[in-house]
Structures are given as structure tokens and as C-alpha cells.
């Protein structure tokens, strides 16, 4: 049966010689693997925009339970983006998010309300123009709950790593950080230094990796860290 539902594009890579198998979290099914066949032909040109990372898309999709891999009927841009592929921190943090997505939203089941929080801040983060350093870290804090897994509070969090082995050395300049992160809306203005920038990121990281089973190296940190220097 055909369905039409929102997705957000994760990756893609190639199959055969002119397709593609591209992985969209999408707002019906949750985690989707989709053949999109003849994308890559001479004859298809522009069509691969549609499936790059962190496309937000229309979809018509043949669905059917249990099926490792569906198909795409119809898709196109539901809304496009006008700052995220030209602005290298942007970009740098969307590669970056993209990997955090990817190795964490596994569930093949509806999630509307995580679909709809995911599709709305990349909207968000497309519009800022500024506050754009330290958008992944408000991004993820605030994922967290769509996830299963926020903290009560800020002072929760630091307990709960503490409980882990993490060791704080700015412990109540981060406690004060964490709390704008969960509670400011997306975009909102929050100053930190580089350094903290960074402390804060790996521990947000190490708390998800506390939640999410396999979730090990994230390639994209050397990315991130070149475009926040």
C-alpha cells in the first residue's frame, strides 16, 4: 500500500549502478530503509539532492511490515534549506548531528513527537543567524527527552556521570550550563568558552552512550572540532 509520511534523510549509498539505498527516519514508520532506483543516471540529474543528509522530505512510500527494504514512489523537498550546506560551522555541525541521529534513532515504530522535534530544529538551526556554536549541545540536551532517557535537572546529570567515573573540573559553571541547555529554547543565546564548549560536549556524548547501547566512536568529533575553533 502506498503511504505518504514526512522523513528526514540519514545516508544513502550506492547500489548497483544507478541506485541508491538510503536510510530516512520517518515521521509513520520510524527508521526506514528505501531502493531508490535510476537516481543516479545521466538522466536523473539533480534528484540526489533530495537524499542528502538531513534532507527534510515529502514522501509517498510503499510500506510493508516486517520488509527489510521499501520503496519510494514520489518525494520532494518539504522545505529547503538556505544556510545549512553553505555555511561551514553549520555544516560541520550537521554532519555532526546527522552521526548522533543515525547511531541512535534504531526504533522501526512511530515517534511523532521525535519526528516533529527533529524536522522543526533543523528549520530552526537553518534560520540562525546567530547562537550557532553551541546549537548541538541544546540540540542533543533537549533530544534526550523525545529519547526516553532527559535528566530530571542539571544536578541529575552531573550525578548520574558522576556515577560513571566522570570527573568535572568547571563542576558548577557546567552545573549552570546543562541548565540553560534543558531549559532555553532552541537558538537562544548561551556563552561558554571553547574549552567548555568542549568538556560539556564529550560529557553530553558520554551520557548518551550511558542510554544508548553501541554507541562507541563518533567519526564526525574531528569535523565538529576544526569548525568550532
Avoid: W
Amino acid at each position: 500500500m502506498l503511504h505518504r509520511t514526512r522523513g528526514i534523510v540519514l545516508s544513502y549509498i550506492k547500489y548497483r549502478e544507478t541506485s541508491i539505498i538510503v536510510r530516512v527516519f520517518t515521521e509513520a514508520f520510524g527508521m526506514q530503509s528505501y531502493i531508490v532506483n535510476s537516481v543516479r543516471s545521466a538522466k536523473s540529474r539533480g534528484k540526489m539532492a533530495l537524499y542528502q543528509p538531513l534532507g527534510l522530505l515529502d514522501l509517498v512510500v510503499y510500506h510493508k511490515n516486517g520488509k527489510d527494504l521499501q520503496r519510494i514512489s514520489e518525494a520532494k523537498f518539504a522545505y529547503g534549506y538556505s544556510s545549512i550546506p553553505f555555511n561551514p560551522v553549520k555544516t560541520g555541525i550537521g554532519i555532526f548531528l546527522t552521526e548522533m541521529l543515525s547511531k541512535t534513532l534504531r526504533e522501526e515504530s512511530e515517534n511523532e513527537g521525535l519526528y516533529d522535534f527533529v524536522h522543526q530544529a533543523m528549520v530552526i538551526f537553518d534560520h540562525l543567524e546567530t547562537n550557532i556554536s553551541n546549537f548541538h549541545l541544546q540540540f542533543l540536551m533537549k533530544c534526550s527527552g523525545y529519547l526516553g532517557f532527559e535528566p530530571q535537572s542539571a544536578e541529575g546529570f552531573i550525578e548520574e556521570l558522576g556515577e560513571h567515573g566522570v570527573h568535572f573540573s568547571t563542576l558548577e559553571a557546567e552545573r549552570a550550563i546543562i541548565s540553560d541547555l534543558m531549559n532555553k529554547p532552541l537558538g537562544d543565546e548561551i556563552t561558554l568558552s571553547s574549552q567548555l564548549r568542549r568538556d560539556v560536549l564529550s560529557h553530553i556524548i558520554k551520557f548518551y552512550q550511558i542510554h544508548v547501547s553501541g554507541l562507541n566512536e563518533i567519526k564526525s568529533l574531528e569535523v565538529l572540532k576544526e569548525v568550532l575553533r
